[in-house]
């Protein structure tokens, strides 16, 4: 296996984003307009394109064959992912590697999903762990949230500021699904769904989808415009840590060494050469309001109990310190499984090229995502100008 440092260089050229809403038309058909979108912004055509990886979750045998025939098949290899919440960003990792190893030029990443009614009926457990109840994903996270509000004496009142930064900065995002801000008070007092989450600590979900076209330097038709890829990391779940939405029980005797999330990220620090210092706009992963507190600190950005202060300081907001889901995150956005991984990755395309509007970060220069999925697993991507 290739060191990354021994690949070459890959760029994204383009990427492509619809509002995400509900839509009365199929995943194909919302899916394409995003994937004419980045090839519009690329400056490229469909028959530039060597390879595709579309990622989805629910849409089906297929779903990335259906959504480029709206293109026109062209006899390039169309790889379909399934990956959980981390589909996009897999297929992302997959575009990338492909150029990086100079298999292919030109590849495209698509994430597209239209999400079923209701709660997300989980199929990633087992018999005996659906039976169980861990498909109830709002419950996992209940549970999980409360053994840190134990742990680390984080409030539900803390929890709430996420929703209502989040909710701010979607109002700035005209691709969001959510586009009012709203009070500490009204998140406080919506309806419970799970002890202690209530209704607004939930993301809503929503249709959508996201395309990234990466390319080799020479294929580039618009240089000022492209972003480098630093690195593309994704590890799966880690024998003896508890992570109560993927249904595994932390173990007493062979405690991890290091979990999933920190895993992901120090590969992707190491790669790199980077830090979370470096880091001048994040992505995290925000599926419930407690879920974005403690994943920013897996992701090394302060220590563990430490990010609601900081949160409550103005740290996290657009112009503080460690300017935190810019675009509204799940929490206000949206949360279509399979385009998820990959709208988080352009919104931190949008950042380093000075192209978020209202929501701008200023002298943004390197940029992280990351998504969590079922499995469990989860990537992380940098990306730098």
Known sequence: MKNLNEMRNVYVAGMGLIPWKVYDKEHYDFGSEALLNALNDAEMSWNEMQAAFCGSVYQGTGSGHQLIKEIGLTGL????????????????????????????????????????????PSTAFLPWELASGFNAQMANYANETIEYMEETGTTLEDFSRVTVKNRKNGALNPNARFQKPVTLEEVMASRVVATPLRLFHCCPLADGAAAVILCSEDKLKSKSRALTVAASVITSGVYGEGMMMSSTMASLKYPPKEGLVELSVRQAYEATGYGPEDMDVVQAYDTMASA?????????????????????????????????????????????????????????????????????????????????GAGPNSSVTILKK
């Not at 897999?90 to 994430?111: H, K, N, P, Q, T």
């Not at 503080?320 to 279509?336: E, F, Q, V």
């Not at 988080?344 to 929501?359: T, Y």
């Open 77 to 120: 290899p169309i790889v379909n992912v399934e990956n959980a919440c981390s589909s996009g960003s897999s297929a992302f990792r997959l575009a990338y590697l492909m150029v990086a190893a100079e298999i292919c030029d030109v590849a495209v990443a698509i994430g597209m999903e239209k999400m079923p009614k209701g709660p997300i």
């Open 292 to 372: 974005e507190i403690w994943d920013i600190e897996k992701l090394g950005f302060c220590k563990k109990g430490e990010a609601a202060k900081l949160l409550k300081e103005g740290v996290f907001d657009i112009d503080g310190k460690i300017p935190l889901n810019t675009d509204g995150g799940l929490m206000s956005r949206g949360h279509p499984l399979g385009a998820t991984g990959l709208g988080q990755i352009c919104e931190i395309i949008n950042q380093l090229r000075g192209e978020a509007g209202k929501r701008q970060v200023k002298d943004a220069k390197i940029g992280l995502a990351h998504a969590m």
